[in-house]
């Protein structure tokens, strides 16, 4: 436990520390990078994880996010700060109004609905020319600085951002997995019918849970406007990145606080190296590997690596722990 | 007399044309404990899953502690205090079993904490304080059926529906699960209890039903019922 605290306390200190760290902008938009898709991945693992409702849809609410305070930006002069939380806002609204019929469905066509309903939202912006259509919106440079949401110099009050709203996001699953919805989240996961029989209604906790998820995800949508300065529905609702949402996730171990984090990690690694080495010839290389990972973790590690992890502390640490109990219990 | 915490009348399911349930009622008095017994396919089950929420019954109504029901769903009958056990075990098998009651005990009350020390309490009662922490799903089919009880105790039932409790447990374990039966009693929790096991649901029943294709042969205490010749013509056949 302490150790735990101890290695925890170092990366903390060590993603504070890192823009002075790193040797240039690339790497530091690397790191950028990889806490985007993170806090994405927490988000997602709120519904995915926790409540065991797998949405391969996700791109939906990061899309909303993002051209909600994008055209309240364009539209009304609205700062992005506010825009962000209106772009939650509606992404609930929207995550609410197909979550009342999709949680009739169960496992694969719950996700097989969110994959239709993102893809039909992609489409619709596509062809909305008020939304900019598929030429995609761009973001006034203006208003550069903290007020504005915007900076054009330096890239390290992006990396601040995005790792407060990374910390914010785990902060919220922290506070739900500690409470009485993280057990009732587990408890429709793992039993749904049981769960009705101890009087959990179904369809509000899951609702409960996609309005937490698809809120945090569209704050991360927002981040990704301000940050590129320029959307496009390929670029915001595309279903390759709602799976990379889920992926990351998965990966990592899905209904835990931190496997998101690490499986972004090694899903950005695995995006740069196979860019690095293969240049624009290897497009779609970083797809076949993530099949792979796919396979292998849906396979041998359905925990993802915090799982993984997990049954080596059980096996390591538990039974040390039980032989204390043991013999106390044993007259 | 005072009116039953249960009172059943002509309860019908039917699943298209079959008819699982036809006529059937009978009454639960506040702490008795009713043995609900017949061959397989006697529809015991389905009447279990009418009165927990899991299916609208056809027809007929169910009373429940003075309250007719209508549109009667199972978080609806849990938070009236209808608690229930699955005949197929359903604990929640990634969590602990501390986590199983702790679930049950947030239905009256949210707060971690409080539902921790009442789900710790709950599983002292059914005996398995020792596996507090073990992951549900790793225990023996015995200890999830006990995990079961604690967890629909938790919710602070008026009555406990116990479907094949006894299943499979040898002859040590059946007597652990009739005396835990009578200690539920004790807590002035009715039980009705769908069990094949004769021998453990005679001695602490106030009374058996029997049913036999979806309608009530017999209703009466357990020594009249082991006579009873439309009971025996149903279990041995005419």
């Known amino acids: 436990m302490t150790a735990k605290r101890i ?11 890192l823009p002075s760290l790193v040797a240039n902008t690339s790497q530091l938009n690397y790191a950028i990078l990889v806490l985007m898709i993170a806090q994405a991945g927490v988000a997602w693992n709120i519904l995915g994880g926790y409540a065991g409702q ?4 996700h791109a939906a609410f990061y899309g909303i996010g993002a051209y909600t305070s994008t055209q309240l930006l364009l539209v009304f002069g609205l700062s992005p700060w506010l825009g962000m939380l209106a772009g939650g806002g509606v992404a609930v609204l929207f995550a ?10 169960k496992g694969h066509y719950f996700a097989m609905a969110t994959i239709a309903i993102a893809e039909i939202l992609q489409i619709v912006v596509t062809n909305w020319d008020w939304l900019g259509g598929a030429v995609g919106l761009s973001l006034p440079l203006a208003e550069a600085g903290w007020s504005g949401f915007v900076f054009n110099k330096s890239k390290v009050p992006y990396y601040y951002i995005v790792l407060a709203l990374l910390l914010l996001t785990i902060g919220a699953s922290w506070l739900i997995e500690r409470s009485f919805l993280g057990y009732y989240f587990r408890a429709i996961k793992d039993e749904p019918d049981a769960a009705r029989s101890i009087g959990i209604d179904l369809k509000r906790y899951k609702l409960i849970a996609i309005a937490a998820s698809s809120f945090l995800t569209a704050l991360g949508g927002t981040f990704y406007a301000q940050k590129e300065l320029f959307i496009d529905p390929g670029s915001t609702m595309a279903t390759s990145l709602s799976i990379k949402i889920a992926l990351v996730a998965i990966l990592g171990g899905v209904g835990t606080l931190g496997g998101p984090v690490i499986g972004a990690l090694i899903l950005t690694a695995i995006e740069e190296a196979t860019r690095a080495t ?3 010839t290897g497009r779609g290389t970083d797809l076949i590997i993530y099949a792979l990972l796919i396979i292998g973790v849906a396979v041998f590690y359905p925990g993802g690596i915090a799982g993984w992890w997990r049954t080596l502390e059980q096996r390591w640490l538990e039974p040390k722990l039980a032989g204390r109990t043991n013999t106390k219990e044993t007259p | 007399m005072t009116a039953p915490l249960l009172n059943v009348r002509g309860l019908c399911k039917h699943f298209g044309g079959l ?3 036809q006529d059937v009622s009978f009454a639960v008095g506040r702490g008795e404990i009713v043995g609900l017994i017949g061959p397989n396919g006697a529809g015991k089950t389905t009447l279990f899953n009418c009165l927990a929420g899991f299916y609208p019954p056809s027809g007929g109504t169910i009373e429940f502690d003075g309250e007719t029901f209508a549109q009667l769903t199972p978080e609806r009958a849990a938070k009236r205090g209808i608690a229930r056990t699955f005949q197929i075990v359903r604990t929640f098998a990634s969590m602990t079993a501390c986590e199983n009651v702790m679930v049950g005990a947030m239905m009256r009350n949210k707060r971690v904490a409080e539902a921790r020390k009442l789900a710790t309490d709950t599983l002292a009662f059914v005996g398995l304080t020792g596996r507090a922490t073990s992951i549900a799903g790793t225990m023996t089919v015995a200890e999830q059926r006990r995990l079961e009880i604690a967890r629909a105790l938790a919710t602070g039932p008026k009555l406990l529906l116990l479907d094949e409790v006894m299943a499979g447990l ?10 835990l039966v009578l200690r539920i009693r004790e807590r002035d929790i009715a039980c009705v209890i769908i ?9 602490i029943a106030h009374r058996i039903v029997v049913l036999d294709a979806g309608r009530k042969i017999a209703d009466g205490p357990p020594d009249a019922i082991a006579r009873d010749p439309a009971v025996l013509a149903a279990y041995l056949g005419d």
Request: charged share 10%.
């Open chain 1, 7 to 17: 290695a925890l306390l170092a990366v903390m200190v060590l993603a504070l520390v």
């Open chain 1, 54 to 57: 797998v949405s391969l849809g």
């Open chain 1, 96 to 105: 609410l109004a197909i979550g009342w019929p999709c949680f009739r469905l």
């Open chain 1, 278 to 280: 293969f240049g624009g």
């Open chain 2, 19 to 21: 008819s699982a349930n």
């Open chain 2, 170 to 179: 040898n002859h040590t374990e059946v007597r652990e699960a009739a005396n």
């Open chain 2, 195 to 203: 069990e094949h096991v004769m021998e453990a649901i005679m001695p």
